[in-house]
């Protein structure tokens, strides 16, 4: 045994010394150990020391128990799961609510957010709230709140459902003024909804009669203030969309020309894009379109397909093709990124671009691309823009830009081909043979909801906890009902 005068000054250094050393040495130690933790890394009873991730759990309603490959977990929603890296399967429940699971792969150090999940009631009570004898359209508002029934094709009257009481909705008759649409032999054409604005108080409705083509700007609060853009500004406006932060502003196709046009002010700008086929309008004053254009200077009898991009007076070239094939585009912003995806009616690929204007006007380079298998019948962003839906007939594909992955899905609609809509940013709707189904962005938890009657507009209310969807009543006239979500 070693034995140390403690009464020598050089042994009492060397002690003290090596009594700091370890301590150092320890809590470096423990130091490594608390951030390797913190980086996800476990020891598994084999002593192996590897890598996992982390998820967070919410759900809609919370206080849900959580289980991982079918083990039971000691918290409930919300509530966060380390887990080792790899495929696992992810159990949600709750009293009175359909079991909900989900099968995900993990990587090693990944922060997996899976906030999104809606429990759906075990039995689900829908309700009849309003009868209406016809019905040709119904256009519900971004705000969750309106909703405008079209009764009539021929018809300037309305009828707006508002439901800012969600338990009690109320309904007012809307007239559009008389003299504001032009009529032939005494009679209107046909009108047709086309959008709300983004702060949900005005309509764009289409006026066709005859060899008059008219677009109307209704206002939901003050209807005898709606104004007849095409007066206005006496253009032939095919297509139109607000802008998303004013609705005095409407960027409008006229005779091939896309215009800004500035209601506040009845002015209307130069042409901004010419040659247009078809456009998109994101934000304030962005502007994804289709035109055609020459191939060059020197030879402009040779002509192409060009997609670009028009933002606050500058157009960006992003993607040239030869004539022919129709071209499908959607954008969106994410993350400090901008994503545009591009679809062509004979290609099954679908491209997505990354911040397309970044290195100026010329073609840009592809992100991320998928087969659809066929040319997509639809492409659409989620509202918040992280997911990009596309289909063809029963398949769907989604892309997830956060994580830049996809996911394919197959729908079972047999009866008949299936509509697709983002209810919300993670859950798409359709209504295909009348069955009112809901199915999260990558297919899994398909749910159905209620019986209803296609090609109506669906919504969920703002608090999340109902569903408005229509359907026909047993007379077999139209019925604006109600589904709870919740068991509440």
Excluded: C
Aim: glycine share 6%; aromatic share 10%; proline share 4%.
């Amino acid at each position: 045994m070693l034995k140390i005068d403690l009464s020598s000054k050089r042994s009492r250094l060397a002690l003290r010394f090596f009594t700091y050393g370890v301590m150092t040495m320890s809590t470096l130690a423990l130091t490594t150990v608390v951030v390797f933790i913190m980086l996800g890394y476990r020891m598994d009873r084999g002593f192996v020391f590897s890598q996992g991730g982390l998820i967070q759990l919410r759900s809609f309603p919370s206080s849900a128990t959580v289980t991982v490959d079918g083990k039971k977990q000691n918290s409930r929603t919300p509530s966060k799961v380390d887990i080792k890296s790899g495929q696992h399967t992810l159990g949600m429940s709750l009293e009175g609510y359909r079991p909900w699971s989900k099968t995900i792969d993990i990587s090693p150090g990944q922060l997996l957010w899976l906030n999104y999940t809606r429990l759906i009631p075990k039995s689900i009570t829908t309700t009849g709230l309003h009868t209406f004898d016809n019905l040709v359209g119904t256009l519900n508002s971004p705000d969750h709140r309106w909703l405008l029934a079209q009764t009539a094709a021929d018809s300037p009257n309305f009828v707006l459902v508002d439901f800012n009481n969600e338990k009690k909705p109320e309904y007012t008759n809307l007239q559009l003024p008389d003299g504001l649409l032009t009529k032939k032999d005494n009679k209107y054409g046909k009108l047709e909804l086309l959008e709300w604005d983004y702060g949900s108080r005005y309509v764009l409705i289409q006026h066709r009669n005859g060899d008059v083509n008219e677009l109307i700007r209704l206002d939901r609060a003050k209807p005898q203030e709606s104004v007849n853009i095409t007066r206005v500004f006496s253009l032939n406006i095919s297509e139109a969309h607000f802008s998303a932060t004013n609705p005095n502003l409407v960027f409008a196709k006229t005779d091939e020309v896309l215009r800004r046009l500035d209601l506040a002010n009845t002015n209307a700008s130069a042409a901004l894009v010419t040659n247009l086929k078809s456009f998109v309008v994101y934000g304030e004053d962005t502007v994804v379109f289709v035109n055609e254009q020459d191939k060059t200077v020197d030879d402009p009898t040779t002509r192409q397909q060009a997609v670009g991009i028009y933002r606050h007076g500058k157009i960006a070239i992003v993607r040239t093709v030869p004539l022919g094939p129709s071209i499908s585009v959607a954008y969106n912003e994410y993350d400090n990124h901008s994503y545009l995806a591009l679809g062509f009616s004979n290609s099954a690929q679908i491209d997505i671009l990354r911040d397309p204007t970044a290195n100026g006007p010329k073609d840009a380079d592809v992100f991320n691309y998928f087969d659809l298998g066929a040319p997509p019948d639809l492409l659409s962003f989620s509202s918040n823009g992280r997911m990009l839906l596309a289909n063809h007939g029963k398949q769907i594909i989604t892309f997830d830009v956060d994580q830049n992955k996809y996911y394919a899905a197959k729908l079972d609609a047999s009866t008949s081909p299936p509509s697709l809509h983002w209810l919300d940013d993670f859950h798409i709707w359709t209504d295909a043979g009348g069955k009112f189904s809901v199915l999260e962005f990558d297919g899994q938890n398909t749910t159905y909801i209620t019986n209803v009657t296609p090609n109506f507009a669906a919504q969920i209310s703002a608090s999340g906890r109902q569903l408005f969807t229509i359907n026909k009543s047993v007379d077999g006239k139209f019925l604006l009902q109600v589904s709870n979500l919740t068991t509440e």
